[in-house]
């Protein structure tokens, strides 16, 4: 059965291409949603799929890519929208 998670991302997580290395992660779990960044800084993401699949890609957005740096990661369950297809998002 399908869950999906909203996770906001603080730190240094915009211009170190975290959005296109977490839509890689997310399309290789297999989850659905999309990544944004967002106009404080932080980037934000909305994982859908299979329970073991969505709190891999949680754990992976909590180190990032290579040049990220983590200060805080927050995450919040959310009603599933049976999206198809992990969409990288400009901004929100």
């Known amino acids: 059965m399908a869950v999906r998670r909203r996770v906001v991302v603080t730190g ?4 170190v291409s975290y959005r296109m290395a977490c839509a ?3 399309r290789r779990l297999g989850c659905v949603g999309f990544v944004a960044n967002r106009a404080d800084g ?5 994982i859908e799929g299979e329970p073991d699949a969505v709190q891999a ?3 992976w957005c ?6 990220a ?3 805080q990661l927050t995450a919040v369950e959310i009603p599933v929208l049976g999206e ?3 969409a990288v998002r400009r901004g929100r």
């Open 12 to 15: 240094r997580v915009q211009g």
């Open 24 to 26: 890689s992660e997310a």
């Open 42 to 46: 932080s980037v934000e993401v909305e």
């Open 57 to 59: 890609l949680t754990e």
């Open 62 to 67: 909590r180190r990032g890519p290579a040049l």
């Open 69 to 71: 740096r983590v200060e």
């Open 84 to 86: 198809t297809g992990f």
